[in-house]
C-alpha cells in the first residue's frame, strides 16, 4: 500500500535579477502570493534563486504559472516545484514571528529553530487569514472570527464601470507611433508572444492600482464570475521594480484588445509601455517543437 504524501507547497525560483538585493526579491515573490519566502546567496550553485513556500499546492500552482518565464528586469525566471532534497533550505516557518505589542503594533521579531516547543499548534483564525506563523501562548485573539474569502471591500480598489475609461478616451489619450520613437522606453519595442497578462512599465510614482482598473476595467466582463475572478493587478511600489506592473485576464484575446488600445496611453503623465509578459506557455511550446 502507498503512503500519502503531503501536496508539495514550495517552489524552487531561479534566475532572479543580480540588481535585487535580499529583499526586493522576497517583495517580488510575496507579490505573487508567497507567504514565506527564503532568498539563497550571490555565491555556490543556488546563487541568484530562492525558495517560496504557498498556504497550499493550488496556489502554488497559480503562482508557478505566473513566474515560470517572466521576464524580470532582463533575467528571465526558471521556476519549479522544490525537491524533497532541498527541503533543509525550504523557507522556516519560525525564521519571522509577528508579535503584537502592548500598544498594538506589529513588530517582526526574529525568532530560532528551537524554540519550537515554546508555541502552541496554529489555530483556526490564523489558518482563515492563511498565517502560518506559529502562535504565541501569550497572546489571545480578542476579535470575532474573521469570515473565509475576502470581501471586495478589503481590495486595493473599487471596481465601478461609471469611472472605466471609454475605447475613445484611451485612444485621445494615447501618443502616437511617432511620438513613440521620442521615448527610450519604446526603443525596440515588442510586445511579444500573446498571453492572458500583460506586462506594463513606465508608470509613474504615483499610480495606483485604481488607475490600472479604471484603464483595464472595460476589457472585462463583470457579469462572468470567471473573468471578475481571474482579473488581477499587481502593481509594484518599492524597490527596483517599482513602476511597473501585471495585469491577468481570463483569455488571450481580451488581453490582446487592451494591449492594442493602451500601450503608449499617457497616465499621469507618463506613456505606458504595455507587452504580453512571459509565461509558462511559451516554454511549453518551444519545447514540443523541438521533440519534433
Not at 502570493?33 to 498556504?55: E, L
Not at 522606453?185 to 504615483?206: C, D, H, P, T
Not at 521594480?241 to 484588445?257: C, D, L, P
Not at 506557455?281 to 514540443?288: F, G, L, M, P, V
Request: contains cysteine.
Amino acid at each position: 500500500m502507498g503512503t500519502n504524501q503531503e501536496p508539495n507547497c514550495t517552489l524552487y525560483v531561479r534566475h532572479l535579477p543580480s540588481e535585487l538585493n535580499k529583499s526586493e526579491k522576497e517583495d517580488l515573490l510575496t507579490h505573487f502570493g508567497a507567504s514565506r519566502v527564503k532568498v539563497m546567496g550571490n555565491k555556490g550553485p543556488m546563487r541568484h534563486a530562492a525558495f517560496a513556500s504557498y498556504p497550499d499546492n493550488e496556489s502554488a500552482k497559480k503562482a508557478l504559472t505566473q513566474l515560470h518565464q517572466l521576464e524580470v528586469l532582463g533575467c528571465k525566471l526558471v521556476v519549479e516545484f522544490a525537491k524533497n532534497a532541498q527541503s533543509e533550505n525550504f523557507p522556516s516557518q519560525l525564521e519571522k514571528t509577528r508579535k503584537k505589542t502592548a500598544d498594538g503594533r506589529g513588530v517582526l521579531q526574529e525568532t530560532k529553530e528551537e524554540n519550537v516547543d515554546e508555541y502552541l499548534p496554529i489555530e483556526n483564525t490564523f489558518k482563515t487569514w492563511r498565517m502560518e506563523y506559529p502562535r504565541n501562548p501569550k497572546l489571545h485573539y480578542l476579535y470575532p472570527p474573521p469570515e473565509e474569502e475576502l470581501r471586495e471591500s478589503d481590495l486595493p480598489y473599487t471596481v465601478d464601470p461609471s469611472k472605466f475609461l471609454s475605447l475613445d478616451d484611451l485612444k485621445n489619450g494615447k501618443i502616437s507611433k511617432s511620438e513613440m520613437k521620442n521615448f527610450s522606453v519604446f526603443k525596440n519595442y515588442k510586445n511579444g508572444e500573446i498571453a492572458s497578462r500583460l506586462y506594463i512599465k513606465n508608470l509613474a510614482k504615483q499610480t495606483t492600482e485604481q488607475d490600472l482598473v479604471n484603464i483595464y476595467g472595460s476589457f472585462v466582463n463583470w457579469d462572468k464570475e470567471l473573468e471578475k475572478n481571474i482579473f488581477d493587478i499587481r502593481l509594484m511600489k518599492e524597490g527596483r521594480m517599482k513602476g511597473q506592473a501585471f495585469v491577468t485576464f481570463s483569455n488571450e484575446t481580451s488581453a490582446n484588445k487592451a494591449l492594442k488600445e493602451t500601450n503608449g496611453f499617457v497616465l499621469n503623465s507618463k506613456p505606458m509601455a504595455v507587452q504580453f509578459a512571459r509565461s509558462a506557455k511559451a516554454k511549453e511550446t518551444n519545447e514540443k517543437s523541438t521533440k519534433k
